[in-house]
């Protein structure tokens, strides 16, 4: 079902964008790519479906791709009807997926968005065809979030949008949008209604989220992991893949957590190797080790 009257329409568009009600809540993605094998793309805290724009630009012509804003985040509703842990994210991706009548489907996730993906491949291995990892979390530990500067972007949006424009000016290079528009794309889903009272919420809840054991994790999986990144700290991605059995650990030098941003060709490039099935499987190494 597509909510065609719903008053809130991202001000940034950049590919087929919709919205699906899914279990009673309203969820906005963009799609991009009409052929080739599926490919459901999750965002990092607190950012949405911008994030994953450089690497879908360059994967259109081999993948059928949906990017989704998590619910609370980007375009997606701020009145959530279920719980906020780990967990029920899972089951919200799982719920997405039948949705779109995906059956099956690979799946990305950025940062935190790699947590849910992670909780994903445990809880619903048939619905799992390979599984990536882009810096991403260990939702085997407790995670922290902080929210004080989207208080402060919910505030003062002007300057938010100002300081994200100078900070992304370099990424809007790679992203096919003006830095200016990228920072729309960033801050103004930030004043939706409700958006504070959500955040609150989510941070209490999300942090009761349950430790997985990456054990359960069945899918053959890809780690990237950043080697200049400072919110991530590579030996997680280390860690990450040590633990996934049979995981494949992908080092990028001299890129941090933007790295879907930095360095957006290879990326795309590890992760269409990896989801056609080509690629050679790397042992894990210490990030020191490799440069």
Not at 16 to 24: H, I, K, M, P, Q
Not at 226 to 238: G, K
Request: hydrophobic share 45%; net charge positive; with cysteine.
């Amino acid at each position: 079902m597509i909510c065609a009257r719903e008053p809130f329409l991202p001000t940034v568009k950049w590919g087929a964008d919709r919205f699906l009600e899914v279990d009673g809540e309203r969820v906005h993605l963009v799609e991009r790519g009409e052929s080739g094998p599926r490919l459901l793309l999750i965002h990092g805290f607190p950012s949405n479906a911008i994030s994953w724009r450089p690497v879908m630009e360059r994967l259109s012509d081999q993948f059928r791709m949906a990017a989704v804003d998590m619910v609370g985040f980007g375009w997606s509703t701020r009145y959530p009807a279920r719980g906020l842990t780990g967990d029920l994210y899972a089951e919200r991706l799982a719920a997405l997926l039948g949705k779109l009548g995906w059956d099956h489907a690979h799946v990305a996730g950025l940062s935190w968005g790699g947590g849910i993906a992670q909780r994903l491949a445990a809880s619903h291995p048939d619905l799992m065809d390979r599984l990536v990892l882009v810096a991403s979390v260990d939702p085997s530990r407790t995670l922290w979030l902080g929210t004080g500067g989207l208080r402060l972007a919910i505030r003062q949006p002007s300057l938010a949008r100002l300081v994200v424009s100078r900070v992304l000016r370099e990424a809007a290079r790679t992203s096919g949008l003006t830095a200016r528009e990228l920072a729309h794309a960033y801050v103004d889903p930030l004043q939706l209604p409700g958006t504070r009272a959500f955040l609150r919420r989510f941070v209490a809840e999300h942090r009761t989220s349950s430790h997985l054991d990456q054990a359960r994790i069945e899918a053959p999986t890809l780690v990237i992991g950043p080697l200049a990144d400072r919110i991530v700290p590579p030996a997680v991605s280390v860690s990450l893949a040590r633990r996934i059995r049979g995981a494949r650990y992908e080092p990028v030098p001299g890129v941090g957590h933007q790295v879907h941003f930095e360095a957006p060709n290879r990326v795309a490039e590890l992760m269409a190797e990896f989801l056609w099935g080509s690629a050679v499987e790397k042992p894990p190494t210490d990030p020191e080790s490799r440069g």
